[in-house]
C-alpha cells in the first residue's frame, strides 16, 4: 500500500467514513461494552465515574428496563441522575456488572450484542446476585461506537436465561 493510500485510508478511517477490519470492528465493540460494564460498577460507597456513561452513549440514546410490570425509559443523564438517587436511598455501597456471555451481530455501520449479565451489589452488607440480558444496539459515528440504546430484562423463578446465552 503506498503512503498516500496509508493517509487517505487514515483519513477516512478517523473521519468514521470507513469501518475497520471485522476483527479490529469486534475489539472495539468489545471495548466499548467493557467500558460500560466497568462505569456502571463502583466500590467505594459512590458512582463518581458515572458521566463516563455519557461517553459510549448518544446523547440521545435510550436505557430501557423491561425488568418490572412496564417498561422504564431514560436518556443517559436521566439514568444517572435516576440511579445516584437510587444508590443513596437503598444504601447501596458496591456494584460490580460484567458480561457473562455475548453474541454480537453486525450489518455495515450497525451492531446488535445480546449481552448476559450478572451484576453484584451490597445494600447494608448484603450481597445481591442478579443475571439478566442486555439488548444493545451500537452505531458507527465520527470513527467510533456509540451505544444508542440498551434494553434488558433480569432472570427470575419463571424467566430463565436460554442456554445459548448462559455459557460462563
Known amino acids: 500500500m503506498s503512503l498516500l493510500h496509508k493517509t487517505e485510508l487514515s483519513f ?15 475489539k472495539e465493540i468489545d471495548q466499548t461494552i467493557q467500558r460500560m460494564y466497568q462505569t456502571l460498577s463502583f466500590t467505594d460507597g459512590t458512582w463518581e465515574n458515572a458521566e463516563q456513561l455519557l461517553e ?17 425509559v431514560w436518556t443517559p443523564e436521566q439514568y444517572i441522575q435516576t440511579s445516584r ?14 458480561e457473562l456471555h455475548s ?3 453486525l450489518f455495515g455501520k450497525i451492531a446488535q450484542r445480546f449481552s448476559t449479565y450478572q451484576v453484584r ?8 446476585i442478579r443475571k439478566g440480558i442486555n439488548a444493545i ?11 444508542v440504546s440498551i434494553i434488558w430484562d433480569r432472570e427470575s423463578d419463571t424467566l430463565k436465561i436460554p442456554v445459548q446465552y448462559n455459557r460462563e
Open 137 to 147: 444496539q451500537l452505531i458507527w459515528k465520527d470513527g467510533k461506537w456509540m451505544i
Open 103 to 105: 453474541k454480537t451481530d
Open 12 to 26: 477516512f478511517l478517523a473521519m468514521g467514513l470507513v469501518l475497520p477490519s471485522l476483527a479490529q470492528t469486534q
Open 121 to 128: 451489589f451490597n445494600i447494608d452488607g448484603k450481597e445481591v
Open 56 to 72: 459510549v452513549f448518544l446523547p440521545e440514546g435510550k436505557l430501557i428496563s423491561n425488568a418490572e410490570q412496564s417498561p422504564q
Open 85 to 98: 438517587a437510587n444508590l443513596s436511598k437503598r444504601h447501596i455501597r458496591s456494584v460490580e456488572e460484567k
